[in-house]
């Protein structure tokens, strides 16, 4: 299956600060999602961003599919952004099958 | 509303018996999913499904059992076989976006096996 490495696997930040996040996979792929797991272990969708940028309010993100990462960028961080955000695959040339998740990042922002 | 529901939220068992966590959509999406995960750590695939009737395993579906008689229910049974049943399930569930896929998550089921 693909490899799928995230970094870094835990991140800490005063409020008000900017992060990047990123995500790396050994192989081509034509799909690549960014969520966030809140305290409460709800997983929300952030970004679906095969490739090009993304932006949505404080978050965006950028898949650069021919060199095989992705990065999402957290500006202005508030204590509500904390918590695990993992990047996903799918299986090369599968619609409906599995995706292959990164471990996450740790993201703590402190007031 | 149009989503994941799964049911219960909160679940405690003995040892040894068995347990089933629901998962229904109403989305109208082929393939579905359900994934483990432990404390600290990511997402582990059980099973998945891409059509009625027919399921493939995941990562770590020893213990486990899955049914998928209608698309929008993909029920998942954990066994007395399963080791260390305690954990945090999630059913997910893939929308066509062209010729890729994007994923959807419910809630999650919490399961405590004392």
């Known amino acids: 299956g693909i490899q799928v490495e995230q970094s870094p696997p835990d991140l800490i930040l005063q409020e008000g600060a900017n992060s990047t996040l990123r995500c790396n996979f050994s192989?081509?792929?034509?799909?690549l999602q960014w969520f966030h797991q809140n305290p409460w272990g709800q997983l929300i969708n952030l970004f679906y961003?095969?490739?090009g940028t993304k932006q949505n309010g404080r978050l965006s993100a950028t898949t650069v599919a021919t060199e095989r990462y992705s990065l999402l960028y957290i500006s202005s961080s508030q204590t509500t952004d904390s918590g695990v955000y993992f990047c996903?695959?799918?299986?090369?040339?599968?619609?409906?099958?599995?995706?292959?998740f990164g471990r996450g990042t740790q993201l703590t922002v402190w007031p | 509303d149009g989503g994941i529901t799964q049911s219960p939220k909160y679940l405690f068992r003995k040892e040894g018996q068995n347990v089933t966590l629901s998962c229904e959509q109403n989305?109208?999406?082929?393939?579905m999913y359900w994934y483990r995960q432990d404390p600290g750590q990511g997402l582990r695939l059980i099973y998945y499904?891409?059509?009625?009737?027919?399921?493939q395993k995941g990562d770590i579906a020893e213990g486990y059992s899955v049914s998928r008689e209608k698309k929008e229910s993909f029920p998942l049974t954990v066994t007395s076989a399963q080791k260390n049943p305690t954990a945090f399930y999630l059913c997910?569930?893939?929308?066509?976006?062209?010729?890729?896929?994007?994923?959807?998550f419910g809630e999650g089921s919490r399961l405590t096996v004392l």
């Open positions: 961003i095969p490739s």
């Open positions: 989305l109208n999406h082929d393939a």
């Open positions: 192989d081509s792929v034509n799909n």
């Open positions: 997910a569930s893939i929308r066509r976006t062209g010729s890729a896929g994007e994923l959807f």
């Open positions: 499904s891409q059509i009625v009737n027919d399921f």
């Open positions: 996903a695959v799918p299986s090369r040339g599968s619609t409906l099958g599995r995706l292959y």
